[in-house]
């Protein structure tokens, strides 16, 4: 069982930097892949950024290649979302997850998690 609490979001102007920050408890944590999806009103949860248990395998959605950075400290039980040159388009709920049926695949679909965060706004102002 993983349990999920994220942090930090909220609302910055466009150029602007946020990070997100999800601290999770359970002992099978550092075997998961993790992810941050955000999802817009009416539309389906969109993987932003996944990375595998070891660190080794990333990915990163095309609309945030080269601003967002996804890391993780399987020591402390934390993965963050580092966002920088932000964009309104950005603007979203952010979510961040836990696949634990997977140490190096990277699943796009959120059916594909078992576990969850309670979920952030995040705004970003023209």
């Known amino acids: 069982q993983v349990q999920l609490v994220q942090s930090g979001g909220g609302l910055v102007q466009a150029g602007g930097s946020l990070r997100l920050s999800c601290a999770a408890s359970?002992?099978?944590?550092?075997?998961?892949?993790v992810g941050w999806f955000r999802q817009v009103q009416g539309k389906k949860g969109e993987l932003v950024a996944g990375?595998?248990?070891?660190?080794?395998?990333?990915y990163y959605a095309d609309s945030v290649k080269g601003r967002f950075t996804i890391s993780r400290d399987n020591a402390k039980n934390t993965v963050t979302l580092q966002m920088n040159s932000m964009k309104p388009e950005d603007t979203a709920v952010y979510y961040c997850?836990?696949?634990?049926?997977?140490?190096?695949?990277?699943?796009?679909?959120?059916?594909?998690?078992?576990?969850w965060g309670q979920g952030t706004q995040v705004t970003v102002a023209s």
């Open positions: 359970g002992p099978t944590f550092s075997s998961c892949v």
């Open positions: 990375l595998s248990a070891n660190g080794g395998n990333t």
């Open positions: 997850a836990a696949d634990a049926h997977s140490r190096w695949l990277l699943n796009h679909e959120p059916s594909q998690y078992e576990y």
